[in-house]
């Protein structure tokens, strides 16, 4: 076993190999597939924010592909920082570009990554997984709610990057927050990041190819109802602490055709959020997240 205060090497945890960047690139770059190209590296602040970099500088295509094997200043939503021990999960971006789709449809590639990613997992690892509106990944851990994944957005160039940091094999000491799970302490069958990753990019594949396909109508494509059927956060009261300070309780009762999360007030009022943080307060079982 390596000392505590050993210095970091790719081979100084030998239960989280690297990843195998040639072998990934074998089996997922194709002349007909979406990836175009994929880069493994061992450490960087931020893959969303050195990939936004290269699409504003010309110098990323659609189907981009940017791995970190530890990202030091990795983002979430509002700024906030995403942070886990190298190697302990998967932290990448991807560059998309929608072409001809209307840039209002764009807002929902980020929910389409939810529910690509989602199917992928639950596939590879054997994990049952859910969303939380509007860009958390959840798994079960010891029977209540724990967000395992995030995503982020953001435009840049000609299109827009999509970043995903998910939580493999994250033990129970190295969790953040008590609200953090990892796919492992959620009994993955399989924490093999390699197999994960390339099961992750290929639902990606898939899901982005048929919202194009229907001219990124979510609802012809059947994204709208994979979204919805793997909400966890329909059907529950919650809050909505808007930007500004403000909140808003309710039920939330549907995914409109924008991607926004409506909710049912208590004056019968039906109300669509499109941008805030959501606290689960009652519905299925795990309490508040």
């Not at 924010?49 to 010309?58: H, M, S």
């Not at 929608?98 to 990554?113: F, M, Q, S, Y």
């Not at 992750?200 to 001219?215: I, T």
């Not at 926004?260 to 805030?276: C, F, I, K």
Request: aromatic share 4%.
């Amino acid at each position: 076993m390596t000392p505590p205060d050993a210095p970091h090497n790719r081979w100084s945890d030998l239960d989280r190999p690297p990843l195998n960047g040639t072998a990934l690139r074998r089996g997922l770059l194709r002349p007909d597939a979406l990836w175009t190209s994929l880069e493994v590296v061992e450490s960087t602040g931020s893959t969303n924010t050195d990939l936004a970099g290269q699409a504003r500088g010309g110098a990323a295509g659609e189907g981009t592909v940017l791995v970190a094997e530890e990202q030091t200043a990795g983002r979430g939503r509002l700024e906030r920082t995403w942070t886990a021990p190298p190697r302990s999960g998967l932290f990448f971006s991807v560059y998309l570009e929608p072409g001809d789709i209307p840039v209002e449809r764009w807002g929902w590639v980020p929910l389409l990554a939810g529910v690509a990613a989602a199917t992928g997992l639950a596939k590879s690892a054997g994990v049952d997984m859910s969303l939380k509106w509007p860009n958390d990944l959840l798994v079960a851990v010891a029977g209540e709610e724990r967000k395992t994944g995030g995503i982020l957005g953001e435009f840049a160039g000609d299109g827009i990057v999509v970043g995903l940091g998910i939580n493999v094999s994250l033990r129970a000491d190295e969790l953040p927050a008590p609200t953090a799970g990892s796919l492992a302490l959620a009994g993955a069958v399989s924490t093999d990041r390699e197999t994960l990753l390339r099961a992750v990019l290929r639902s990606l594949e898939d899901w982005y190819g048929r919202w194009k396909a229907a001219d990124g109508d979510a609802a012809a494509s059947g994204l709208q109802a994979a979204y919805a059927a793997g909400c966890a956060t329909l059907d529950r009261t919650v809050r909505a602490e808007l930007p500004g300070g403000t909140s808003l309780v309710g039920e939330a009762v549907a995914i409109d055709g924008d991607g926004r999360l409506v909710l049912s007030t208590e004056d019968g009022l039906q109300q669509p959020v499109s941008a805030a943080d959501i606290v689960h307060l009652r519905g299925a079982a795990g309490g508040l997240t």
